[in-house]
C-alpha cells in the first residue's frame, strides 16, 4: 500500500476511533455514537476484526436481555442475519417469561443501540460504509450467539 494510502486510511478511521474513545459525544464532533465503556470487545469472533483501528466494540454478553432482543430485532429487519433461525430465535426471545419490550434498552437494540450500563451506548446505526458493514455483521453474529444462550 502505497505511504500516502496507508495515510488516508488512518486519517478516515480516527473520528470513529475518537467516537468510541469514550469521551463525551459533544467533545467528540460526532452526536449520538458513544464508546462503550469498560466492557471490553466483541470477543474472539470478533478478534483482528479492525485490528489496529482503535475501535472498542463492547462485549454483547454484558447486555440487558431486552437490550439483546431488540438488537436482533434491528439485525434481522437490515438483514445482517440470514435465514429462518434467527427470526425463530427472535420470535421465542419475545415470548419469554419475563422479558419486557417496553423499556428504553429495547427499543435502544431495534435501532441498533447496544446499552451497556451506566449511560454508556454504542450506535450501529450511525457507522457509515465499509466500516459499518463489517462492525455490525460481527455485532449481530455475536448478537445471535447471545440470544442463543438466553433461552
Known sequence: ???SNRFLTLLAALPVAAALSGAPAHAQGLGGLTGGGASGGLGG???GLLSGS???IPSVSSLAPSNVTGLLGYCVQNN???GNSPTTLLSSLKQKAGLDTTTSQYTNGE???LDTGNGNTFSLATLSGNLKRKVTTKVCN???K???SLL
Open 80 to 82: 445482517y442475519l440470514q
Open 142 to 144: 455475536a448478537v445471535l
Open 1 to 3: 500500500m502505497k505511504k
Open 111 to 113: 435501532k441498533g443501540i
Open 146 to 148: 447471545q440470544g442463543q
Open 45 to 47: 469472533e470478533a478478534a
Open 54 to 56: 482503535g475501535l472498542n
